[in-house]
């Protein structure tokens, strides 16, 4: 156990989930300090606010694996564990948890839950909910309470594993997760399609709910995106255009036929280019996508969900605002990193504003991914309130009745 | 301080009103029902709600005051409005197939049955969703979809008869979810009626929505936290091809261990399941497939996908389990004959009928290098019991469902059953898994879940309960047990028939 500061957050790195569990207790009963849960402090841009004080809770010596039964293709290990640790420990006995995670150096295996981070696969893989199938973690007055078990189906009591999603530590902190495991695949491979128009691309990923084939992802990037993806990469691929760019995952020869497969299938929508990106430098380019997301220097990154239907619609507002687009494009999931002509707070919110309206409020949500974090306190997160908001609040009251876990971000998440 | 004694109170189901036949409430409720619904949307007749008195849960019976068959969200709502004005609980069905007693209607009241909301609002495949009333049977959902390329994943082994709502309420499973998840993995947003008859809508139909998963932690309820109205459910893509094989092996150990090897070989079958020797010989005497009598499991293993990738997978698939002593494989290439093949599994629960009157379906769950001791010791409890215990199950997910044979108007058999149950279970979680996979707490499991959860544990379940149930009006004593600090069962006092384990 140790305590340091640093500026107006105290830090404290708990050693086991007993000692979290004590001090949460003791914080509620007696100094009720601010507690803002740090993973691999990734999203802290967005989560804690820097004009924030009260106490960091530092989860980095929550890394241990409890139990890792290689054949049931379950793991249970502490919510601080480490991404690229969790990827190794599991990699090495031919199995992965199939969720892209940017910045996976740091990123926590809580974190992921409590920001709900996904990736391109989410569209064949789903995304963390589906994977976890026990969690432990600590609510405001300091119970440490479970959900779920070792098990990979499972359905005794409530499943509170779901509400810990999304949260951004304003529930409970997230302390122990199990999870289901899945094979790693054979080989990967990716096609890179250019097209000089939006009606074509729209084209093009409307008849991909009828291709013989079955990517893993699908991806669309506007061709300021596709230059920065491109350039990242290192990888000679025309970006001066729209970009679809597909992956498959599998046995060799069946990766390699669907990728001849689309390119022969979407000839009618008339690509100005497509190119087969071989196993060798396809993880290469994947990781440039999954990383994309949270790799902008720029000030602001937006989040818009939307239906996969309405995404275009809402790509072409973006774009005429030379808001940088990468989007998931299967799921309607899009991240728009603003120009940096965007320097001002106003400029911001006159932009949010701007592409508010090209999203149909009844399905369709804007939310702001990252900030500078001097301007984290002045952006809603949630641009609109989610639907089950009033359930939302009812329930962060319940489960921190003292409003102890980064609860002004709570309070800030939706506009009022 | 006032406040927080009234709260407790409110708290209590104990304090609902119990309705008598005849009394002058127990009218003015009926009257202001029929208003409602109609007289042809309301039963109070005795002998007509005798229908209602169980599920898929022989064991527990208790008939409701009222039934009635509400066609929109608003009648619910008001429905459940009166429900509150006059103090009287209330609870939800379906096709009523749950096998945990998920719909007994327990303090009798008002059963709100939701089989006439059963349309489809929409279907975009663009956007890969379907939006669908409560009552919708499973599988019609899947029969509207033909030919479009695209099915509702989560296929319960009553999907004929059971709806979509009672399977949000249950989070039920099916053969296929070792691949394709459960209803929680499909389930993309509702409409509910909560508790006081207020109409909320928890997620959407876009990918994900900000803010906690509500809408996740919604499936599973069990019918406490209110009544799903309205489902947006997710489409998946059909299969271009399948390959469905029978594989014989002389141990469920052998055939456990092809279990394992094929997954880590990295292939996912779709389906996994298993029958042991006692259903293969029910099986074998009701149809006559042709499986051998000694055989000690039958594996039935379906992988599907893109046809240019199956034959590989298939090959492998043999490969493992002829290193794995199989001793003979049937393959079905054909439609055809992957219809004859699944005619074996889903026809094992007719088998059974012929060699019983009554039987009762256990739900449990190990991880999955465990079930060659979970099958051992479910052989060592037949025979200490001297009941037939027969298995078909979901091998792939480690969910045993051992099927126990008994004689309903034989009390004594009846707590063998109930005795033999409760030691399957305790061994389930003896072996770190769980004791129930897909069926639910309901009313039966109940005693159980202080053994699997802490106080702590349980307490927080009923602070997420109260958000929504804060009166447990909606469907009172399921899923939690009574009070943690309070051994005694006040619903065991109030219902003496009821034989649920301890």
Request: aromatic share 6%; hydrophobic share 40%.
């Amino acid at each position: 156990m140790s305590s340091l500061h640093s500026g107006d957050l105290e830090e404290f790195v708990p050693a086991s989930q007993i000692e979290l569990s004590r001090f949460i207790t003791e914080n509620a009963i007696a100094a009720q300090k601010q507690i803002f849960p740090a993973g691999g402090r990734t999203s802290f841009s967005v989560c804690c606010p820097s004009s924030l004080s009260g106490t960091q809770i530092c989860t980095s010596q929550l890394n241990k694996i409890i139990d890792y039964p290689v054949r049931d293709m379950t793991i249970t290990v502490e919510a601080g564990m480490r991404i690229d640790q969790l990827n190794e420990i599991i990699s090495a006995e031919g199995q992965r948890l199939p969720i892209d995670v940017p910045q996976s150096n740091r990123a926590t295996l809580g974190g992921v839950i409590a920001t709900n981070t996904s990736g391109p696969k989410r569209f064949s893989y789903g995304t963390i909910r589906d994977y976890v199938i026990g969690i432990s973690a600590i609510d405001g007055k300091g119970n440490l309470f479970k959900s779920g078990g070792r098990v990979v189906k499972n359905v005794a009591g409530y499943d509170l594993k779901k509400m810990m999603v999304g949260s951004l530590g304003t529930l409970a902190i997230i302390s122990q997760v199990s999870l289901n495991l899945r094979p790693k695949p054979e080989s990967m491979c990716m096609v890179w399609f250019a097209f000089d128009s939006y009606v074509n691309v729209e084209l093009a990923l409307n008849a991909m709910i009828t291709s013989g084939t079955r990517p893993t992802a699908v991806e669309y990037c506007n061709s300021k995106a596709a230059r920065q993806i491109a350039a990242e990469s290192r990888l000679e691929l025309p970006s001066e255009h729209n970009v679809i760019c597909i992956s498959y995952e599998g046995p060799g020869n069946v990766v390699k036929w669907q990728a001849n497969q689309i390119i022969e299938e979407w000839k009618e929508f008339s690509p100005l280019n497509s190119q087969i990106i071989e196993p060798d430098h396809a993880t290469r380019l994947y990781n440039v996508f999954t990383e994309y997301q949270t790799s902008s220097d720029d000030p602001v990154t937006l989040k818009a969900v939307v239906l996969p239907s309405q995404m275009m619609k809402f790509v072409e507002s973006a774009t005429q605002l030379n808001i940088a687009i990468q989007a998931h494009a299967a799921d309607g999931i899009v991240f728009g990193h603003l120009p940096d002509s965007a320097s001002s707070l106003e400029d911001v919110k006159q932009i949010l504003s701007q592409l508010k309206k090209s999203i149909d409020h009844k399905t369709g949500y804007l939310t702001v991914y990252q900030c500078e974090s001097e301007w984290s306190d002045l952006l809603p997160l949630f641009c609109s309130p989610p639907p089950g908001w009033s359930l939302m609040k009812q329930l962060k009251n319940a489960l921190d009745p003292n409003q102890l876990l980064n609860s002004k971000r709570f309070t800030e998440l939706v506009e009022t | 301080m006032v406040e927080q004694t009234n709260q407790m109170m409110n708290q209590d189901p104990e304090s609902l009103e119990e309705l008598e036949s005849g009394s002058a409430s127990f009218s003015a409720l009926v009257q202001q029902l029929t208003l409602i619904v109609g007289e042809a949307g309301i039963l109070f007749d005795a002998d007509e709600l005798l229908v209602y008195e169980c599920d898929g849960y022989i064991v527990d019976k208790t008939a409701p005051d009222i039934v009635v068959f509400p066609t929109t969200t608003a009648q619910i709502s008001a429905i459940v409005k009166r429900c509150n004005q006059f103090n009287v609980p209330f609870l939800a069905r379906g096709a009523g197939t749950s096998l945990s007693g998920g719909c007994l209607p327990i303090g009798g009241g008002v059963m709100i049955v939701l089989t006439k909301m059963k349309n489809i609002l929409e279907i975009n495949l663009r956007d890969r969703y379907a939006v669908v009333e409560p009552g919708m049977v499973n599988l019609h959902l899947t029969n509207a979809l033909k030919g479009t390329g695209y099915h509702y994943a989560p296929d319960p082994s009553s999907q004929g008869a059971c709806t979509i709502g009672g399977n949000i309420a249950t989070n039920s499973g099916g053969p296929h979810t070792l691949k394709y998840g459960v209803t929680t993995n499909h389930l993309l947003g509702l409409e509910a009626v909560l508790p006081d008859g207020s109409i909320i809508e928890l997620g959407g139909p876009t990918a994900e929505v900000p803010g906690y998963d509500l809408h996740g932690l919604y499936v599973g309820n069990e019918g406490t936290f209110g009544i799903c109205t309205k489902a947006i459910v997710r489409l998946t893509r059909d299969p271009e091809s399948h390959r469905t094989m029978l594989a014989i092996f002389q141990t469920i150990g052998e055939a456990t261990r092809a279990i394992s090897e094929i997954i880590a070989a990295g292939i996912i079958p779709s389906a996994l399941e298993m029958m042991d020797q006692g259903i293969i010989q029910a099986v074998e005497e009701a149809f006559h497939f042709g499986f051998p009598l000694d055989a000690g499991a039958v594996l039935l293993i379906e992988v599907d996908g893109l046809e240019i990738a199956l034959d590989e997978e298939v090959r492998q698939i043999l490969e493992i389990c002829n290193s794995c002593n199989v001793r003979e494989i049937q393959r079905a290439d054909t439609p055809e004959e992957r219809l004859l093949i699944w005619k074996s599994r889903k026809q094992a629960f007719g088998a059974i009928g012929r060699l019983s009157p009554s039987y009762c379906t256990q739900d449990g769950v190990v991880p999955r290098t465990r079930l060659p001791e979970i099958l051992e010791f479910i052989e060592e409890t037949s025979k200490r019991y001297g009941l037939r215990i027969v298995n078909v199950f979901h091998a792939g997910d480690g969910n045993v469902h051992p099927i126990l044979l008994f004689d309903e108007r034989d009390k004594e058999q009846i707590q063998k059953v109930m005795e033999a149950s409760e030691a399957i279970l305790d061994k389930c979680l003896e072996l770190g898994g769980s004791v129930t996979g897909e069926h639910g707490i309901g009313v039966e499991k109940i005693n159980f879940m202080s053994r699997i959860f802490n106080q702590i544990d349980l307490a927080t379940m009923e602070t997420v309960r109260n958000i929504f149930n804060p009166r447990q009006i909606c469907s009172r004593d399921k899923v939690l047990p009574p009070h943690q600090t309070d051994g005694s069962s006040k619903i065991t006092q109030s219902h003496p028939t009821r034989h649920a384990p301890h």
